[in-house]
């Protein structure tokens, strides 16, 4: 399975943008590069997806480089809401490759 | 309740004993799965269904049973606990395998002494 690898921390303060890492050099073609986050005491929730284009939604934006071998999930205004561990999962779709395979991800600290 | 729920939500059980854990979604989603999240180990797949009936065996599935019967319903059946059951277990689903979202419930804390 491609593998990713994000920071294990980050600190942000509240109501500045945040830009959380994820590199996937390792990324095939069909893989579709995907974020949940994960509250404290809460099971994971999607955050956002995609394949070759920047995505927007009303949570995040994905920003994934051109070469598709790093992408950057941006939260433009943290809240202390934010505070979570975020996981960045590369994804194939088609039998038991369409699993989520969850690494430790990043875990975001906001300031008040 | 609509959405995914989970009981119980804490369990204290002994070594050796059999233990159900119950996921219950009101969806009517295709696919619900299985997870354990471990300290150092993030979330690791233990079993997933595709439907009523359909199961098959994600990345830890030793010392585990699942059943679905029911379409709303996947319990799982640790046979025998050992302490090294003892976990954070959520379950998951999603309307189908290739959905972009998984909906996850809120967790079981198990503790085998």
């Known amino acids: 399975d491609a593998k990713t690898t994000q920071p294990n921390s980050m600190e942000s303060n509240e109501e500045e943008p945040v830009h959380l890492p994820c590199n996937h050099s390792t990324i095939s073609g069909t893989d579709y590069i995907h974020w949940y986050r994960q509250l404290p005491s809460q099971g994971p929730e999607y955050v956002i997806h995609?394949?070759?284009s920047n995505v927007n939604n009303r949570m995040a934006s994905l920003a994934i480089a051109e070469d598709r071998k790093s992408s950057t999930l941006i939260l433009h205004r943290a809240t202390l809401r934010d505070a979570a561990v975020y996981y960045c999962i590369l994804r194939t779709y088609g039998g038991s490759q369409g699993n989520l395979i969850f690494g430790k991800g990043t875990k975001l600290s906001v300031k008040p | 309740d609509a959405g995914i729920t989970q009981s119980p939500r804490y369990k204290i059980t002994e070594t050796g004993r059999q233990v159900t854990l119950m996921c219950h979604q009101t969806w009517s989603h295709s696919y619900m799965f299985w997870y354990r999240q471990d300290l150092g180990h993030g979330l690791r797949l233990i079993y997933y269904?595709?439907?009523?009936?359909?199961?098959d065996k994600g990345e830890v599935p030793d010392g585990y049973v699942v059943s679905r019967s029911k379409t709303e319903n996947f319990p799982l059946t640790l046979e025998s606990a050992t302490r090294s059951q003892t976990s954070v277990y959520f379950c998951a689903s999603s309307e189908y395998h290739g959905s972009y979202e998984q909906y996850f419930g809120p967790g079981t804390r198990l503790t085998v002494t």
């Open positions: 995609g394949l070759t």
């Open positions: 269904s595709a439907a009523a009936d359909i199961t």
